[in-house]
């Protein structure tokens, strides 16, 4: 009982195999509070660049409007073009927002797990739905860091929020006295300042949930000795299965190739790598046909065979690769070749016509 015990204790670290099906299931190390307090910090920098320039475009926008209100007031005022027009300033003012936004959460998620599509995670998932299931999550462990960490930034973010607030009260008082230009820019500036305490300190929450999510996946994923050993044995027999395949099918092609390359015509090759052989009977067939073809050990089987049974081998580079790449086994050259390959089979003709010529 003991043994067994042990065995089943999630002691060893996921394997390479284990963290990638969790991956395709979408289940990533990823702390959603970093992506948001990036995104955070970058929108506050951004209005910090454009708040004056927003400032103007307010204003001339505010001058627009109450000018065509004034100048068509009654009958000629039309309520849905100021709709319109202030829909269209407010897409110009919060498009550069919604674009940065968008780009932190992006290189945010891409940093922190990579570049990542699955369509497992994008499934309905039943136990979801399952009120069983959800009064189980809502009371788990998982819950209540959750909430301790919900609490910790309220507290925190809370706290220093209300701090530079309390001192900043005099300075806000001093609104009643300023102009408009300077009512906006204390009231910006206020904004900005309090944010981006608010997403200093958010960061520094974030990074400590990006550990703390990253143990929490490593811890999900541990495996019992026994998982590892499962999943070695399946290793290593999907490993034989497939030298099995390999060992079939080198099997395959040599003895193909000990039986069609006999009867070749000409084996052409580049001149090393690779091999192929090509067959024509004149008046039989409408083309050349490939009858064998190898690279490496194929090849030099194929040039030794053609060599014991008197086939001629010749060399050439291009004609060599390109019917290796692009013609199967049985298939006719394609007519782009023709001219390359008629040129081969006259020198092999000339050659045989000269040995005969010799013994004759």
Known sequence: MAGSSSAQ???EQATPKRLEEARKKGQVAKSVDLTGALCLLALVILLYAVKDSFFLDLQRYLTGYFSEVGGHYGADYNPLL???????????????????????????????????LSSEALRPNPNVLNPLSGFQRMFSRRSLVELVKSIAKFSI?????????RKSLDSLLVLFHCSPWGIYQVVV???????????????VLALFDY???????????MMSKQEVKDEFKQMEGDQQIK??????????SMSRIAKEVPKATVVVTNPTRLAVALRYEQGEMAAPRLVAK???????????????????????????????HNVEIDQEI???????????????????????YRSY
């Open 82 to 116: 100021s709709l319109s027009d202030a829909v269209m300033f407010s897409l110009k003012v919060l498009a550069p927002f919604f674009g940065v936004a968008l780009l932190v959460v992006m290189v945010s998620n891409i940093a922190q797990v990579g570049f990542l």
């Open 243 to 252: 030298s099995r395949r390999r060992e079939v099918h080198r099997n395959i």
């Open 157 to 165: 973010i809370g706290g220093i929020t209300f701090q530079l607030i």
């Open 294 to 324: 190898g690279a490496g050990h194929f090849a030099l089987r194929i040039k030794e065979i053609a060599g014991d049974n008197a086939v001629p081998v010749i060399e050439n580079k291009e004609v060599a690769q390109f019917i290796y």
């Open 189 to 203: 500036g206020f904004i900005i300042k309090v944010a981006f305490w608010a997403g200093l300190c958010y960061l």
């Open 334 to 356: 394609p007519l782009e070749i023709y001219q390359a390959v008629a040129q081969i089979l006259a020198m092999v003709y000339r050659l045989k016509a000269k040995e005969n």
């Open 9 to 11: 204790e999630k002691t």
């Open 211 to 221: 550990l703390y999510q990253r143990y929490e996946y490593n811890k999900s994923l």
